[in-house]
Structure formats: C-alpha cells, structure tokens
C-alpha cells in the first residue's frame, strides 16, 4: 500500500515564494500589504480556505492601484496561485503562475532572478501533476538562471539543483538525480557553516534517495546526521525536526524495524500536535504514517482509527476532491482490506480512483497506484477478470510515466505475476518476476512462489528452478546487508 510521501521544507522540493518589492504608499496599498503578511500567517497555519479570499483582494486591490502588469501584481498572482495548488486546484493555478511569469519577464528580462523562482514554481505544480517531461525544462532553465546571476556555488543553486534531482527522484531517474544532489550537499557545506539547517536538508535528500533504492545502510547515517544539525540548530520540538523524525522512521518501517520505527513516529505527532494543534494538515501526515506503521503490524483497528482521524483533518481543510484527500481515502480502504472487510474497502478505492483521475489525469503515477489497489483487493476476492484490466492499465501508465527501473513499475509486475500464479498462468508469471528481478526488485515470496509452480507444473526442471531461488535468496540476502 502507498505510503504518504513528506514534502515539506526539508525535502528541498518546497514552493518558492517570491519576494514583495514595495508597493509605494496609499491606503489601499497599505491595506494590500498587511492583508498579505495575514495571507502568510494563515498559509503558515494551514487555513488555507480563510487565506484565498485574502489573497483575492490583495490580487484586486493591486491590480486596481498599479495597473494589471506591476510586479507586485505579479507578486499577488503568485501567492494565489500557491494557494490554489496546496489545495489539489492544478487548473486555477497554472494560469495564474503563467501570468506571474510573462509579467516578470517583461518588466526584468527573462534572466532575472524573480523569473527563475516562477520558472520553479511552474515546474512545482506540473511535478505535482506527474508532468515530468513539462516540468524538466523548466527546472533547468531556474537552474541555469541562479547560475549565471550568483554563480554555481551559490547556497540559492544548492536549492535548485535539490529541485531539479528531486524530479529525477520521483521518476526513477537514481542515477541522474544522485550527482545533483550531492553536487548540492558540497555547495552548501562550501559555502555555509557545518551545523546549517540546509546541509541538514541536503544530507536528507540525499538519505531520501537511498531509502527509496532500498540502500538502507548507506541512507541511516545521513538521516542521522541531518536530525542532529537539525535539533541543535532549533531544539528538539521544532516542526522540522518532526520530519526528520517522520523520515527517519519511515526507513525504519521500510525495514520492517518497527520497534525503531514507533517511538519515532509518536515523537514526530506530538511535535506536530504541540507546534500546530490537533487538527493541522501536517499532524494528518503524522496520524497517516503512524497508522500505516501499525497497518503493517497487523494492528488493523489502531491503524484504522488514526486513518479516520487524519481523513477527518484533511477533508476539513481541502475538501473531498484533494489528491491527499484520495491517498488517504486509499489508505483506510487498504486497512479494511487488510481486516477482510471487502465491502468497506471497495467504495473508498473507487472513490479514490475518482478523485484522482478528476484531479489529476488519468496518465498519472498516482492514479495508476489507486488501479493497482482497487486490482488488489479483486484479486483478494479472487475476481481475476475485474482485476486484471486494473493491473494492466496500472502498468501501461507507470512504464509510460516513471523510470523503467523504478520500483513502482516493479510492483506492477510483481503484483500481475502474482495473479497469474493464482490463475495457473505460470509461463506469463515466471516471465514477469524474471523481469522484476532484472530490474533490482526481486519480490522474493511471489518469486519462489512462481518457481515451485513451475517445477509442480513440468515447466522447468528441479534443476533449474533449484538454480534460480538460490540466487533469489543470496539476492534478497545482499540487498538486506
């Protein structure tokens, strides 16, 4: 099941807010820039619903004083753009960060530093959107940007090459994302002090990017070391330290440390409850990981009951038509499937399947995950001919939208192959495990699984199948090392 991946400001993957030059004096103006630092205030506290009637009137109030192409209205767009796309609003935004960006353009040349931050933005919300191929070029072109107006050892370049990797990261892309990353790690340790926070962000990412190609011995000390710059430099309570935390245990999970893993997750919640109050988007965060940590502990009630809470929380502040809405919606279908409550699990699957093709397309990473799980639980009930068309379509898309060696592509294989082993399909099976395997994710269970049907079968030789779950084992043994 699909876990919710962090993005908050220690990830190097968060929206750039432009800076607001002054508006000149006016009363109006004036009014525009208070309601401005409230819209940041309510940003900060996650009231998103109260902050975008805000940040309408201070588009409104400029466009009337300075004209519809200021760079202060520039400015507002921008902030309502963020708005809208924290919500799941992709349409109402991209036009607005679209008009940001000509308006920048026009009044600093296009090699400004404002322009780079818009071309970032841009790139944030087709990223979001699983629009890799559209968001690359932006990225590269900030990057080049930062580049030439501050130098390429500059702290405000680490940032954008953590972007730019970032985006190779979601995508699979291991190998080009890692030498930006660590390209970012020696800018910053160059150039700032060795107990700075952004060194703390980078080590993280870089950790992050291990973690997600299961090199755990590698990824932990870095993890480490970003949590320790991190609590020195704010205390052990700040928010920041909650997602290092978060991150931290999430390897852990990975693992299968649960024991490691759960006074980590309880930590990271009780910060988030003290720092933001009980019903905070990002206490949602911490309620949804803490409850998949018990799901995969077979603590289904527990797992369900914190998945009911965070649903409550982020229904609250983003309606029911929000991506994360959806992720969530997944995630508690996934606990009653686990319980064996099928006629629970399914509507909520469904709904999240709904959600996120309204919201974000049907050619996106996450909508072929919620085809996969809805595939699952058919398969569950051993209703192959609803599940195979799901897993099929699940495949297709993530093989056209991510890295081919990306895990996800991976787990669509292994989950197809799966299925046809439970159908006697063992030819079709042992063809996609073999092809999982080849891609650095050998499902070890499914793998020797498919074998022993093989050999009952008469489709291989003991001898052969003998050969091949050794090398399953000693694989599974190496990567666990």
């Known amino acids: 099941m699909q876990h919710m991946r962090l993005l908050a400001a220690i990830t190097g993957l968060a929206i750039v807010f432009v800076a607001m030059p002054s508006a000149g004096s006016g009363q109006s103006l004036k009014k525009a820039e208070i309601l401005h630092k409230k819209v940041s205030e309510l940003y900060d506290a996650g009231k998103y619903d109260e902050a975008l009637p805000l940040a309408q009137q201070v588009l409104s109030i400029r466009e009337k004083a300075l004209g519809p192409n200021h760079p202060d209205v ?58 890799y191929a559209d968001a690359e070029p932006l990225y590269k072109r900030s990057l080049a940007i930062w580049e030439r107006s ?205 959600i996120r093709e309204r919201s974000l397309g049907p050619d996106h990473p996450d909508f072929a995950n919620s085809l996969n799980n809805l595939a699952g639980l058919y398969q569950a009930q051993r209703r192959y001919a609803d599940a195979e068309p799901l897993f099929r379509r699940s495949l297709a898309i993530r093989e056209k939208s991510l890295h081919p060696g990306h895990p996800r592509v991976a787990r669509s294989l292994n989950d197809l192959a799966e299925m046809y082993r439970k159908q006697g399909r063992v030819a079709e099976a042992l063809r996609l495990v073999r092809t999982a395997a080849d891609m650095g994710f050998d499902r070890r269970d499914t793998h020797l699984a498919v074998l022993t049907a093989a050999v009952t079968t008469s489709f291989i030789p003991d001898t052969d199948a003998f050969s091949e779950s050794y090398k399953v084992a000693q694989r599974v043994v190496s990567s666990a090392a």
């Open 150 to 354: 501050l130098g390429r050892n500059h702290p405000d370049v680490a940032a954008s090459l953590n972007n730019l990797a970032g985006l190779y990261q979601a995508q699979g892309r291991y190998a080009d994302a890692e030498p930006l990353f660590r390209r970012s790690l020696a800018v910053r340790e160059k150039s700032l002090h060795p107990g700075h926070p952004n060194i703390a962000e980078s080590l993280h990412n870089l950790a992050a990017l291990y973690k997600d190609q299961g090199h755990y011995v590698d990824a932990e000390p870095l993890y480490k070391r970003s949590l320790a710059i991190l609590e020195k430099s704010f205390g052990p309570d700040h928010p920041r330290v909650a997602t290092s935390l978060n991150d931290l245990a999430e390897m852990y999970r990975d693992q299968g440390r649960y024991a490691h893993a759960e006074p980590l997750y309880k930590r990271s919640l009780a910060i988030k409850e003290k720092s933001f109050g009980p019903d905070h988007p990002k206490v949602a965060i911490s309620l949804n990981n803490l409850a998949l940590l018990y799901q995969d502990q077979g603590r289904n009630v527990d797992a369900a009951r914190l998945f009911k809470r965070s649903l409550a929380i982020r229904k609250k502040f983003f309606g029911p038509d929000h991506p994360d809405f959806a992720r969530l919606l997944n995630n508690l279908a996934g606990s009653y499937q686990a319980q064996g409550r099928y006629a629970d699990a399914e509507p909520l699957f469904k709904q999240s399947l709904a």
């Open 74 to 131: 520039a400015a507002s767009l921008n902030s309502l753009a963020l708005l809208y796309q924290d919500q799941g609003h992709y349409v109402d935004a991209e036009p607005l960060y679209k008009r940001s960006l000509a308006i920048y353009e026009k009044a600093f040349g296009s090699n400004h530093r404002n322009v780079a931050a818009l071309l970032n933005n841009l790139a944030e919300i087709y990223r979001d959107q699983g629009r």
